[in-house]
């Protein structure tokens, strides 16, 4: 079964930089599509940032310019560079195949607790 762990979260003050990473259990990411997924306290988990098998990526609005999502799929590993941090991108990060991936989400990992303070 597939397991998704991601790290590198933490306290950082506004402006602040992190680089979260994800790896797999398995060799998924030279067929899956991957993205990143947070969930603010009392809000529904949304959609960050997708990277296709071919490095093509995609944001949502309000990190447009700020995050970048990278692979490196010798090392099974999905990145998510995070500058320019604001108190409203604090939540927990998870990584996932892409939303529009044949046979649907795989199981969630714990995800990786961002919290910007001002």
């Known amino acids: 079964q597939v397991q998704l762990v991601e790290s590198g979260g933490g306290l950082v003050q506004a402006g602040g930089s992190l680089r979260l990473s994800c790896t797999a259990s398995?060799?998924?990411?030279?067929?899956?599509?991957m993205a990143w997924y947070r969930q603010a306290p009392g809000k529904q988990r949304e959609l960050v940032a997708t990277?296709?098998?071919?490095?093509?990526?995609t944001y949502v609005d309000s990190v447009k310019g700020r995050f970048t999502i990278s692979r490196d799929n010798a090392k099974n590993t999905l990145y998510l560079q995070m500058n320019s941090l604001k108190p409203e991108d604090t939540a927990v990060y998870y990584c996932n195949v892409s939303p529009q991936s044949l046979g649907g989400l795989l199981p969630w990992g714990q995800g990786t607790q961002v919290t910007v303070s001002l």
């Open positions: 398995r060799t998924i990411f030279w067929t899956y599509d």
């Open positions: 990277i296709t098998t071919r490095d093509i990526s």
